[in-house]
T-cell receptor
Framework: SQTIHQWPATLVQPVGSPLSLECTVE??????LYWYRQAAGRGLQLLFY??????ISSEVPQNLSASRPQDRQFILSSKKLLLSDSGFYLC????????????FGQGTRLTVV | GQQVMQIPQYQHVQEGEDFTTYCNSS?????IQWYKQRPGGHPVFLIQ?????EVKKQKRLTFQFGEAKKNSSLHITATQTTDVGTYFC?????????????FGTGTLLAVQP
């Protein structure tokens, strides 16, 4: 069966520090991968999506970047965190072919102080 | 760009009352998915609607897709405390280089026992 791992679960980082969040998928190949951010009590904002290794599409201009070094690995990064980067970050994957459901990781709650 | 609005943003009901959330788009939707996110958790897929006028039921939950494919609704009959959470609709746009899953703004449901 397919599983998605996302870590860490919680993170407290000072302003100006770097960030690296990792997401890996098991049990499937060639997934579409997504990073979402959810501010407290708000909706899900699509940050990045990837249809293959090295292929990243950015949805909103921001202080973050994403990379996909391997087929089932998706990384969210920042060189210098801002207070506004605080939020709940969710990784998700969808089967490559067609309109199917998204499977989400457990999420990382990031607090920038 | 894609915009999927949901109303209401928040709904508080007594246990046993019915609940409905509406999802509206300014453009024709290719499909609509519904997700539930429990407090502190990650979104979990409920259902997908594809056809104009489609209606699907899952126990006390009824999902509808509008005839013009520009709106959708989720109706819960006789709410229970286990229904607490945020309900999101989402559109999956799939094709070529575009493989995005855009979420609505969400409706937070509170159920008082």
């Amino acid at each position: 069966s397919q599983t998605i791992h996302q870590w860490p679960a919680t993170l407290v980082q000072p302003v100006g520090s770097p960030l690296s969040l990792e997401c890996t998928v098991e049990g499937t190949s060639n997934p579409n991968l997504y990073w979402y951010r959810q501010a407290a009590g708000r909706g899900l904002q699509l940050l990045f999506y990837s249809v293959g290794i090295g292929q990243i599409s950015s949805e909103v201009p921001q202080n973050l970047s994403a990379s996909r070094p391997q087929d089932r690995q998706f990384i969210l990064s920042s060189k210098k965190l801002l207070l506004s980067d605080s939020g709940f970050y969710l990784c998700a994957w969808i089967y490559r072919a067609g309109w199917t459901e998204a499977f989400f990781g457990q999420g990382t709650r990031l607090t920038v102080v | 760009g894609q915009q999927v609005m949901q109303i209401p943003q928040y709904q508080h009901v007594q246990e046993g009352e019915d609940f409905t959330t509406y999802c509206n788009s300014s453009t024709t939707l290719s499909n609509i998915q519904w997700y539930k996110q429990r407090p502190g958790g990650h979104p979990v897929f409920l259902i997908q609607l594809v056809k104009s006028g489609e209606v699907k039921k899952q126990k006390r939950l009824t999902f509808q897709f509008g005839e013009a494919k520009k709106n959708s609704s989720l109706h819960i009959t006789a709410t229970q405390t286990t229904d607490v959470g945020t309900y999101f609709c989402a559109e999956s746009s799939y094709g070529g280089a575009t493989n995005k899953l855009i979420f609505g703004t969400g409706t937070l449901l509170a159920v008082q026992p």
